[in-house]
């Protein structure tokens, strides 16, 4: 796909942690230039200045103030700074509850923080969450319901590895799901994403995480995951865009 292709299909990468590669002001530079809706996500709040100062004048890259449940130990003091910086963005993550076995013997600490965290947010009202759930999908619709409200705030369940039944529950919590190329190149991804609402899907890189080619991903590789979706919805990569691009705009309003 070459360059003039990718900003007339206008892509959107809305989970991705650009703080976290070495070219990190580059890859900003070319989501401005390319015009790629981007979604910074932070791990802790002690990073969230710089990264607010370097999306500052930015039209398109945006950053999310976060406190990562893998990081729950180790940073839940910052909670205090979370509610510091809240006030000065719209956006939120990543934050949320990992309940796989490397991270269960935190999930108390997880559940104490990730409460705090909602709560500031449904105090505030219109903030806009890239939520984590692996492994623990049920547990955090729960807690968006008793902390949060769909009327205090708008959830995208980033990287969705649920269930059918769990998508359906994020579903009628008025959940969006962001999905990546790696979740949709498999078979498991692909059935996942085929019973999802078209309506309420985000695309997104997790990028460095996720590996395209050996190397990490960038948000203008968010094409591959359209050109996924356009498979899965038997729509032209241009028509899987632009229906990525309106359900982002419907989010945000």
């Not at 809240?86 to 923080?113: A, K, M, N």
């Amino acid at each position: 796909m070459n360059t003039s292709e990718t900003v007339e299909m206008e892509l959107v990468d809305f989970h991705c942690h650009l703080d976290l590669f070495p070219n990190h002001l580059d890859l900003i530079r070319e989501s401005e230039a390319l015009g790629i809706r981007t979604l910074t996500v932070t791990n802790a709040p002690s990073v969230w200045p710089r990264n607010r100062a370097l999306t500052a004048n930015c039209n398109y890259v945006r950053a999310a103030l976060g406190l990562h449940p893998e990081l729950a130990i180790e940073r839940q003091n910052e909670i205090t700074l979370f509610e510091r910086y809240l006030d000065e963005t719209r956006f939120v993550g990543e934050v949320g509850l990992d309940g796989s076995p490397r991270l269960r013997p935190t999930l108390q600490i997880q559940e104490h923080l990730f409460a705090r965290i909602l709560t500031l947010c449904a105090q505030r009202g219109g903030k806009v969450l890239t939520v984590h759930s692996r492994e623990a999908v049920s547990r955090v619709i729960e807690m968006l319901g008793t902390h949060l409200g769909s009327d205090r705030g708008k959830v995208i369940l980033h990287w969705f590895s649920g269930t059918k039944s769990e998508s359906r529950a994020g579903e009628a919590a008025g959940c969006y799901f962001s999905v990546n190329v790696r979740m949709l190149q498999t078979r498991r991804g692909q059935e996942l994403v085929s019973g999802l609402p078209p309506s309420r899907i985000l695309t997104e890189t997790d990028g460095p995480f996720v590996k395209i080619d050996g190397r990490p991903s960038m948000p203008k590789d968010v094409a591959k995951a359209v050109k996924e979706l356009a498979s899965i919805w038997r729509i032209s990569e241009s028509g899987a865009a632009l229906r990525v691009r309106e359900n982002l705009e419907r989010l945000l309003v």
